[in-house]
Nanobody, 125 residues
Framework: QVHVVESGGGLVQAGGSLRLSCAASGRTFSLLRMGWFRQAAGKERDFVAAISRTGVTTYYADSVKGRFTISRDNAKNMVYLQMNTLKPEDTAAYYC??????????????????WGQGTQVTVSS
Protein backbone atom coordinates (compact mmCIF):
# COMPACT_ATOMS: atom_id res chain seq x y z
CA GLN A 1 0.00 0.00 0.00
CA VAL A 2 1.20 3.49 -0.88
CA HIS A 3 -0.03 6.59 0.90
CA VAL A 4 -0.02 9.75 -1.22
CA VAL A 5 -0.58 13.25 0.12
CA GLU A 6 -0.57 16.49 -1.89
CA SER A 7 -0.10 20.00 -0.57
CA GLY A 8 0.56 23.50 -1.84
CA GLY A 9 -2.64 24.44 -3.61
CA GLY A 10 -4.30 27.80 -3.20
CA LEU A 11 -5.60 30.94 -4.85
CA VAL A 12 -3.29 32.85 -7.18
CA GLN A 13 -3.71 35.58 -9.76
CA ALA A 14 -3.18 34.89 -13.42
CA GLY A 15 0.50 35.01 -14.29
CA GLY A 16 1.50 33.89 -10.83
CA SER A 17 3.20 30.73 -9.61
CA LEU A 18 2.54 27.88 -7.22
CA ARG A 19 4.50 24.80 -6.26
CA LEU A 20 2.63 21.64 -5.42
CA SER A 21 4.26 18.98 -3.29
CA CYS A 22 3.44 15.30 -3.03
CA ALA A 23 4.67 12.90 -0.37
CA ALA A 24 4.47 9.17 -0.98
CA SER A 25 5.12 6.52 1.63
CA GLY A 26 4.65 2.82 2.06
CA ARG A 27 7.07 1.55 -0.56
CA THR A 28 10.60 2.43 -1.60
CA PHE A 29 10.02 5.78 -3.24
CA SER A 30 12.60 5.28 -5.97
CA LEU A 31 10.57 2.29 -7.21
CA LEU A 32 7.53 4.47 -7.83
CA ARG A 33 6.83 6.24 -11.05
CA MET A 34 4.83 9.37 -10.36
CA GLY A 35 2.38 11.61 -12.13
CA TRP A 36 0.19 14.66 -11.72
CA PHE A 37 -3.35 14.91 -12.99
CA ARG A 38 -6.03 17.55 -12.66
CA GLN A 39 -9.78 17.71 -12.77
CA ALA A 40 -11.73 20.90 -13.33
CA ALA A 41 -15.29 21.17 -12.07
CA GLY A 42 -17.65 19.24 -14.32
CA LYS A 43 -14.85 17.85 -16.47
CA GLU A 44 -12.91 14.62 -16.71
CA ARG A 45 -9.56 14.10 -15.08
CA ASP A 46 -6.67 15.10 -17.35
CA PHE A 47 -3.02 14.16 -17.42
CA VAL A 48 -0.64 17.00 -16.49
CA ALA A 49 2.88 15.62 -16.08
CA ALA A 50 4.79 12.42 -15.36
CA ILE A 51 8.26 11.59 -14.13
CA SER A 52 10.28 8.41 -14.28
CA ARG A 53 11.60 6.58 -11.25
CA THR A 54 15.03 8.17 -11.54
CA GLY A 55 13.69 11.60 -12.38
CA VAL A 56 15.67 11.69 -15.61
CA THR A 57 12.66 11.48 -17.91
CA THR A 58 9.61 13.71 -17.80
CA TYR A 59 6.59 14.31 -19.99
CA TYR A 60 3.99 17.07 -20.08
CA ALA A 61 0.57 17.73 -21.47
CA ASP A 62 0.72 20.24 -24.30
CA SER A 63 -1.41 22.66 -22.29
CA VAL A 64 1.25 23.03 -19.59
CA LYS A 65 4.46 22.46 -21.53
CA GLY A 66 6.93 25.27 -20.95
CA ARG A 67 5.05 26.53 -17.89
CA PHE A 68 5.02 23.57 -15.49
CA THR A 69 7.96 21.50 -14.26
CA ILE A 70 7.75 18.14 -12.52
CA SER A 71 10.63 17.00 -10.35
CA ARG A 72 11.34 14.53 -7.59
CA ASP A 73 13.66 14.11 -4.65
CA ASN A 74 14.07 10.41 -3.95
CA ALA A 75 15.98 11.12 -0.75
CA LYS A 76 12.96 12.98 0.64
CA ASN A 77 10.24 10.77 -0.92
CA MET A 78 8.79 13.84 -2.60
CA VAL A 79 7.62 14.87 -6.02
CA TYR A 80 6.90 18.46 -7.00
CA LEU A 81 4.99 20.38 -9.63
CA GLN A 82 6.26 23.90 -10.17
CA MET A 83 3.57 25.88 -11.96
CA ASN A 84 4.48 29.21 -13.54
CA THR A 85 2.57 31.69 -15.66
CA LEU A 86 -0.69 30.29 -14.36
CA LYS A 87 -3.86 30.85 -16.33
CA PRO A 88 -7.51 30.76 -15.24
CA GLU A 89 -7.92 27.56 -17.25
CA ASP A 90 -5.41 25.88 -14.93
CA THR A 91 -8.03 26.06 -12.17
CA ALA A 92 -8.69 22.50 -11.00
CA ALA A 93 -8.16 19.96 -8.27
CA TYR A 94 -4.67 18.56 -8.74
CA TYR A 95 -3.95 14.95 -7.91
CA CYS A 96 -0.67 13.16 -7.38
CA UNK A 97 -0.52 9.51 -8.40
CA UNK A 98 1.95 6.69 -7.80
CA UNK A 99 2.59 3.36 -9.48
CA UNK A 100 5.23 0.68 -8.94
CA UNK A 101 4.18 -1.91 -11.53
CA UNK A 102 4.53 -0.19 -14.89
CA UNK A 103 7.52 0.80 -16.96
CA UNK A 104 8.61 4.13 -18.38
CA UNK A 105 6.21 7.03 -17.91
CA UNK A 106 2.58 6.73 -16.95
CA UNK A 107 0.47 9.03 -19.08
CA UNK A 108 -2.94 7.63 -18.26
CA UNK A 109 -4.80 7.61 -14.98
CA UNK A 110 -5.50 3.90 -15.37
CA UNK A 111 -1.76 3.23 -15.07
CA UNK A 112 -1.69 4.42 -11.47
CA UNK A 113 -2.83 2.47 -8.46
CA UNK A 114 -2.44 5.05 -5.74
CA TRP A 115 -3.86 8.56 -5.56
CA GLY A 116 -3.84 11.46 -3.17
CA GLN A 117 -6.90 13.33 -1.99
CA GLY A 118 -6.18 16.30 -4.25
CA THR A 119 -5.31 19.92 -3.69
CA GLN A 120 -7.30 22.79 -5.17
CA VAL A 121 -5.64 25.36 -7.40
CA THR A 122 -7.68 28.42 -8.29
CA VAL A 123 -6.33 31.01 -10.71
CA SER A 124 -8.17 34.32 -10.82
CA SER A 125 -8.22 36.54 -13.88
Amino acid sequence: QVHVVESGGGLVQAGGSLRLSCAASGRTFSLLRMGWFRQAAGKERDFVAAISRTGVTTYYADSVKGRFTISRDNAKNMVYLQMNTLKPEDTAAYYCAADFRGYGLGLKGSEYDYWGQGTQVTVSS
